[in-house]
C-alpha cells in the first residue's frame, strides 16, 4: 500500500514538474456559470465588485463565471451559500443597455460556526463582439489599461 502511495506521488510530482505547475495552482473553487441574453445589447454595464476578467466570444448572449475561492473558509459554507444564491449574478435590460449585478452585496469576510472565513472571487464575463462594456465609473473595460511610465 505504500509502495502504491508513494508512486501516485512521485507520478503527480512529476505531472507538475513537466507542466510547470505547483501544488498551490490547484486550488479549490466554486464556480457558478449564469448566462444572460444579449440580441439586441448594445452596451452592457458592470455592477460587480471583485477582480473582474472581460472576453469577447461569438455567442449573443452574456456568460458570467463565478469563482469563489476559500482562502481560509470552509468549502461546506460556500458550497451552502452557493445552493442559496447568495453569489447570483442578476440582469438587467433597459433600453438596449444591459446591467449586470451581484444580486446582493457580497461579503469576502464572513463568520461561520464562530471562525473568521475569507474567500477570493473572481469573475469572467463573457460578452458579445461588437457591444461596450463599462464599469461603475464608466471606464471602458474593453480597452487595455494604459501603462504609466
Known amino acids: 500500500m ?8 512521485c507520478t503527480f510530482l512529476t505531472v507538475c514538474n513537466v507542466t510547470g505547475q505547483t501544488l498551490t495552482d490547484y486550488k479549490v473553487r466554486k464556480s457558478i456559470v449564469q448566462t444572460f441574453p444579449a440580441e439586441e445589447i448594445t ?3 458592470l455592477e460587480i465588485e471583485g477582480q ?6 461569438g455567442q449573443s448572449s452574456v456568460c458570467v463565471q463565478t469563482s469563489v475561492i ?27 443597455v444591459l446591467t449586470v449585478a451581484t444580486k446582493q452585496p ?8 464562530g471562525e473568521r472565513q475569507v474567500t477570493c472571487i473572481e469573475y469572467k464575463v463573457y460578452v458579445p463582439e ?5 464599469d461603475v465609473m464608466g471606464r471602458d473595460l474593453l480597452v487595455p489599461p494604459v501603462a504609466v511610465e
Open 70 to 96: 476559500p482562502e481560509k473558509a470552509s468549502f461546506k459554507m460556500i458550497k451552502m451559500l452557493a445552493d442559496e444564491g447568495y453569489y447570483d449574478i442578476i440582469a438587467q435590460d433597459v433600453e438596449n
Open 106 to 113: 457580497i461579503s469576502k469576510l464572513m463568520e461561520f460556526r
Open 43 to 45: 452596451s452592457i454595464s
Open 2 to 9: 505504500r509502495k502504491m502511495i508513494f508512486i501516485l506521488a
Open 130 to 134: 461588437g457591444v461596450q462594456v463599462t
Open 52 to 57: 473582474v476578467d472581460v472576453q469577447v466570444w
